[in-house]
């Protein structure tokens, strides 16, 4: 079960790619990022941009042909624009605050809560309810933005909590008297 149409990943202005020994790598405005190919997939650069493709027609092959590419598309587009996630605070005296690099989270603990900012990663709070994780790897700062949520989880009550901004928690009935 071979396919015949191979999208290439388009090339960006700003953006270079470069392939060598297994390996792809891309630098652009927003830093570096690499990637290992496994051994099911070959890469080659074409006048289209980066071709991916399947080593041969094996299951293993092709489920890897579309994880390769969407990898190296997610790392052309975060060395350009990079990536972000937002999080919104809900409840009463639930803030959050810069104190210099880390970031402090009131969440209803008998303590704060701070949060050390991993390395290419940049956390902003613009208002004590409002955190804005981005950075040039699209999985560190959907990982980053989780590690923030799991803290406080929102509660499907009052929906207290940390949630994804446009994050829809279902909410429940409390109890009957």
């Keep these: 079960m071979s396919r015949t149409g191979k999208k290439p990943i388009a090339p960006v202005s700003g953006v270079t790619v470069t ?7 891309a630098k652009g405005p927003k830093g570096e990022q690499s990637l290992a ?6 890469a080659k650069q074409t006048a289209d941009g980066i071709v991916i493709e399947p080593a041969n027609d094996s299951r293993e092959a092709r489920a890897a042909w579309g994880t390769t590419r969407a990898l190296i598309a997610n790392m052309v587009a975060g060395v350009d624009k990079g990536f972000e996630k937002k999080l919104a605070i809900q409840g009463v005296g ?5 104190q ?3 970031l402090k989270l009131s969440l209803g603990f008998s303590h704060e809560v701070v949060f050390e900012t991993p390395a290419g990663i940049t956390i902003t709070a613009p208002t004590q309810t409002e955190v804005v994780v981005s950075g040039a790897d699209k999985q560190q700062v959907g990982q980053v933005a989780a590690d923030i949520r ?10 207290k909590g940390v949630r994804y901004v446009g994050e829809y928690i279902a909410r429940k009935e409390g109890k009957k008297k």
Excluded: H, Q
């Design 94 to 98: 639930y803030r959050a605050a810069m």
């Design 150 to 159: 799991s803290w406080r989880k929102p509660e499907p009550y009052k929906g």
């Design 19 to 25: 392939i060598s020994d297994r390996k792809v790598t």
């Design 37 to 42: 190919l496994m051994d099911a997939v070959n």
């Design 100 to 102: 210099g690099k880390d």
